[in-house]
């Protein structure tokens, strides 16, 4: 399956099919020096077989985890290029999650003022979401995503035959965030992931229905202006909870709590079950007064209401401003 994301300026596609990483020399430009980043904990013989196809292949392999989407990092993985004597001509690809592609993609944006990036995402949360849309950075100085760039790859290879060495618990956590978009733009995948017994089963289904999503919010709001913060579903008390965590729990994973505390009644009812049959936590106990210091970090400087997407029907969605307090009434169901 080919989905084409169609922005004002460019467009590329996106190559969903099993068995496509061997084929990655027929969709990509490799002819030519490629920079592929990958980290410790993807296997590595998917890095090598995408630098088997390249005419002249360069493998970095950083340490797994968010701590590899550093300014060091970058500079690293930039003067590798340099040393390499890389030109504009050039490409990267990244080959892992969504840390992989955040990173390389901004070596790619800013390596002699960018040159091609091609983004293989291998796992479910950057196959459903991340590997798309143009959003790529590195951390700084405790956050997130805080120096970076809208930098759309060239194209995306989706082979979701590396999904078959993720850990179950990757697995879920991304499945959060395709959940996040059905509850939001899509009531029959949604449908499907709830009658579902076991969501894997239909994963390719699930992955091409979230970028169906993400294709259309990011057409259409490519910059987050608007729409494209629909997104966000789930994200400001999911933020929030991520913090007070301390890294005990995946962002998908924090999500997947988030939500619940922003939808309404019913709809809380038919996530909930859904969260809990693809594994995913649906408690979660902290105290009061951090929870809510945590949350108030989401709100902008000088503002005293959040933006926050609640959901009263599967499948559609409502934007409305909060005031922190009410923000905090929402997460009652987290206080000790
Ligand atoms: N750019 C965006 O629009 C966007 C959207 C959402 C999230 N993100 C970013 O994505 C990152 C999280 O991405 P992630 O959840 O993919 O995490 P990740 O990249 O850290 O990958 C999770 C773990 O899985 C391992 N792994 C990857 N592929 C594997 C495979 N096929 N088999 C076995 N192990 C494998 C990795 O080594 C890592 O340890 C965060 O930094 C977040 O900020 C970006």
Known sequence: MIINVDLKHTDYNIYIERGNLAKAGELFNLNRKVLIVTDSGVPK?????????????????????????????????????????????????????????????????????????????????????????????????GIKNIVGAFYQPKAVLIDPETLKTLPQRQVSAGLAEAVKMAVNFDKEL????????????????????????????????????????????????????????EGGLYHGECVALGMLAVCEKEVKERVLKVLES???????????????????????????????????????????EESLDELSERMEQFYL
């Not at 360069?58 to 300014?71: A, C, L, M, R």
């Not at 969501?199 to 993400?214: H, N, R, T, V, Y």
């Open 190 to 245: 949604f449908e499907k992931i709830e009658a579902s017994e076991n969501p894997m089963d239909m994963i390719d289904e699930i992955i091409a229905g979230s970028l169906l999503i993400k294709k259309r919010v990011v057409e259409e709001d490519e910059k987050e202006s608007g729409l494209r913060k629909v997104l966000n579903f789930g994200h400001t008390v999911g933020h929030a909870i991520e913090s007070v965590a």
């Open 278 to 320: 693809l594994k995913l936590p649906t408690s979660f106990k902290a105290e009061k007064a951090r929870l809510s210091e945590a949350v108030s970090h989401d709100k902008k400087a000088g503002a005293s209401t959040v933006t926050v997407i609640i959901s009263d029907k599967i499948g559609t969605f409502k934007m409305q």
């Open 45 to 141: 013989e998917y890095a090598e077989c995408v630098a088997s196809q390249c005419k002249a292949g360069f493998i970095e392999t950083v340490v797994q985890g968010e701590e590899s989407k550093s300014i060091e990092v970058y500079e690293k993985l930039l003067k590798k290029m340099l040393e390499a004597g890389f030109t504009r001509k050039d490409a990267v690809v990244a080959v892992g999650g969504g840390v992989c592609g955040d990173l390389a993609g901004f070596v790619a944006s800013s390596f002699m003022r960018g040159v091609d990036f091609y983004n293989i995402p291998t796992t479910v949360l950057s196959q459903v979401d991340s590997s798309i849309g143009g959003k790529v950075a590195v951390n700084l100085g």
